[in-house]
């Protein structure tokens, strides 16, 4: 058993904590929000520079091999900054899911250049009526006179329209799922964009007829990749929760023993410094699951799953907790676009409805727990 | 005992349910249903027509025009508006300045003011907190300086609510510096057009423009519109703060809530069977439906003891501390019962006219009404000091 970072884990942790406290100020976030572009930014490259678009990929793909544990620093110091860069939707989710089904031809059209910063790409697995069920998909895929044809509709696709390409999840008539990349701009396809409640630039995707040749098919059965891919993503958004919820703590400590009432700093009432104590066990807990998903990842598949669904639920309900009361403590402050730990608090609560909300995880560690 | 509505109470709420649902325009209740911001004119057209009927001033007493309810009718008639999902009537001029001036003010002031309130010729914005004083409302620093017959006014208000439509504005201000913290402040009614005064938008996390900070800059206020002695400011405040308290729990709100959350969570489907029967969620919503039906009861035993002619005192503190977290929880379920169709935010369909993709129609306020209803744990007294009020007044601790 060991807990301690390695010396290159603390480096990068410590390279990624620098350049966020420079780059992402309040204000530089503001901007970077404001002027959403396809072209890659100034961060992005910096990304590219430092290696962290080759860090999550195997070697055999070009990448640098990173575990689980090094993604989870990444996805918290991102957390921690609240960095408006789709670095797991755009990313390792479509990366990932390329690594493990597309052949040699298709790794060099979409992942190489992928991971050489040239371009982001996007993944839809989402349907309307699915909720949160991944493999609950009516997109449907149909191969005739040797190209493919697909037709329906994905919700609430991250980084869609920055996206060069956009990997969708489609049904055969076989009943099996099928992965197809569909370039941005394909014709059939349309998209309905918009901002989610914390910012991220998403929107739906329909597909009207659209027509593809066999090369952009990736795979023609891509469920046990896909659900590889969503048990990384889990635990990702689980460590970038994390970063989250230490920054809302301490702006609220920090608010707490600055903010004046009765004559006393807030921090000096012991129904405050309870709540405090509150949210730092949310978090201490919270951060002991987002490392239990971390190491999780290789495990057998239902290992894994059991482990990371339990992370998730259980990040999702402190995450909320942790947002509330650092609305609650800021007072009216904390109700304002301006104030800084809001957007946190946002964040914090929108990460419940990315990947599976609680219920949806309660669930399946509910299901498996006679045999886990 | 005996919980049910008198005969005269069960007629009562049919006659107001008849008139909500002849009189209540469906454009503006549409807008209530779906979440979107209500306009000025949205809110004046509705209130126009209580006024009509008689029953904008529901708490007021007949002599002074108002129907003359007691606090059994007042339930049931903001029962009654909340599910037929009209407007709450802003409250700052009927609920809140007027109680003041019926019980403090002068008899020229109430036969000024009031029948404008009734009226709805003025709109009235509340002038208490400021940024240094917010749980500690003594503490409140905004100076009014005599100069003749005049006051004269500096300072700065904040989170007022509204305050973009406001004609008038009703202002704790310190008279007397050097007095008690409590003792030195003064009760004032300013027209917002006194030159002076600037108006602020502060934009919430929802991205609503619902407070404002209000800026005083050497503003000119006749003596006779202070209401009640100098340095009696406190006194009006804390009568506002006490009287008629027994709608606090927002119970008509919150049964409303529960039969929205309800009628979703049967409608939306989670591997084929609907996400009501989910056991994690189902009893949520179970816990959401017994926290109600118990806050309905206590709710009707303060209801009771104020006809009785008891005067609710901290009662309407615990009133106010569940009702809010009740509300609170029941808008968590309701985004949450979206699931991934919680995530898009359309603030211009919100805020605007714009209309929307059918698809999200239903769904697009729920996240922005997650966030706005922070606030019902923070202002009015937040939850922490209701707690420290209760643990006082009622627990003597
Ligand atoms: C949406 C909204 C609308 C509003 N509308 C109006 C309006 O129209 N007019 C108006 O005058 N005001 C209005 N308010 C202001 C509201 O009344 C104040 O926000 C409220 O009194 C809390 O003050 P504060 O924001 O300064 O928080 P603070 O007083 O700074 O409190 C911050 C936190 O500390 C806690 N706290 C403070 N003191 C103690 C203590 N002694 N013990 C334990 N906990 C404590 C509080 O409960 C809170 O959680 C509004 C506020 C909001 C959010």
Known sequence: ?372 | MNLTFSPEEQAFREEVRRFIAHALPSDISERVRLGRHLSADDHLRWQNILSEQGWLASNWPKEHGGPGWGPVQRHIFDEECAAARAPTVVPFGVNMVAPVIMKFGSTEQQQHYLPRILSNQDWWCQGYSEPGAGSDLAGLNTRAVRDGDHYIVNGQKTWTTLGQHANMLFCLVRTDPDAKKQAGISFLLIDMQTPGITVRPIITLDGAHEVNEIFLDNVRVPIENRVGEEGQGWTCAKFLLTHERTGIAGLGHAKQALRHLKSLANRIHHRGKPLLALPSFRQRVVKAELELMALEVTNLRVIAAARDGGAPGAESSLLKVRGSELRQELSELTRRALGPAALPFFPEFLHGDESLDDAYTQSAAASAQYLNRRKLSIYGGSNEIQKSIVAKTILEM
């Open chain 1, 1 to 372: 058993m060991d807990f301690a970072l390695t010396d290159e884990q603390r480096m990068l942790e410590e390279t990624l904590t620098r350049l966020v406290t420079d780059q992402v100020s309040p204000e530089q976030r503001r901007s970077m929000l404001s002027s959403a572009s396809a072209e890659s930014s100034a961060l992005w490259n910096t990304f590219a520079e430092l290696g962290l678009l080759h860090m999550p990929f195997s070697e055999n793909v070009g990448g640098l091999g990173a575990d689980g544990t090094d993604l989870m620093i990444i996805m918290q110091a991102l957390g921690r900054g609240l960095v408006p860069e789709a670095y797991l939707a755009g990313l390792v989710l479509p990366g990932q899911l390329l690594a493990l089904t597309a052949n040699g031809e298709q790794q060099k059209r979409w992942l190489t250049p992928l991971l050489e910063g040239e371009h982001q790409l996007a993944l839809a697995w989402q349907e309307h009526d699915a909720r949160y069920d991944a493999f609950d998909v009516s997109t449907h895929a149909i191969q005739r006179d040797g190209q493919w044809h697909l037709n329906g509709r994905k919700d609430v696709v991250l980084n869609l329209a920055a996206a060069a390409a956009t990997l969708v999840i489609a049904r055969l008539n076989s009943g099996k799922l099928a992965l197809f990349v569909v370039p941005q701009n394909s014709t059939g396809t349309s998209s309905h964009l918009y901002f989610t409640m914390d910012d991220q630039p998403a929107g739906d995707l329909t597909l009207d007829n659209v027509t593809l040749p066999p090369e952009n098919c990736l795979s023609e059965d891509v469920s046990d990749a896909l659900a590889d891919v969503l048990a990384l993503g889990r635990a990702a958004l689980c460590a970038q929760a994390i970063g989250a919820m230490e920054e809302a703590c301490d702006q609220t400590l920090a608010y707490l023993k600055e903010r004046k009432q009765f004559g006393l700093p807030l921090s000096s009432f012991q129904a405050l410094q309870h709540r405090m104590v509150d949210m730092h066990l949310h978090l201490e807990q919270s951060r002991s699951m987002a490392i239990l998903a971390a190491t999780s990842l290789t495990l057998p598949a239902s290992e894994r799953d059991y482990k990371i669904a339990a992370a998730k639920a259980y990040c999702g309900e402190s995450a909320r907790f942790i947002a509330e009361q650092a609305i609650q403590l800021h007072g009216g402050m904390g109700m304002t676009e301006e104030c800084y730990v809001a957007h946190y608090a946002k964040h914090l609560v929108m990460f419940d409805h990315y990947l599976g909300d609680s219920d949806y995880h309660l669930e399946t560690v509910s299901d498996l727990l006679d045999v886990a």
